[in-house]
């Protein structure tokens, strides 16, 4: 859980996004975020805190 409780994550086995990977699923409607490193999840969650 981030410092703010906005956000929490869990670890799964399989997102069926192999060759993308690491995914991210996000939200009730499941967007996929692919090919994610350190820098570019905390850049999406800051982006999302905006929202």
């Known amino acids: 859980v981030t410092p703010d409780g906005l956000f929490s994550w869990r ?5 069926a996004a ?3 990977g690491p995914v991210l699923q996000i939200g ?3 967007t996929f975020y692919e090919n ?3 820098q570019k999840v905390d850049d999406l969650i800051e982006d999302l805190r905006k929202k």
């Open 11 to 15: 670890g799964v086995e399989c997102l």
């Open 28 to 30: 009730p409607e499941y």
């Open 36 to 38: 994610l490193n350190e």
């Open 18 to 20: 192999c060759g993308y």
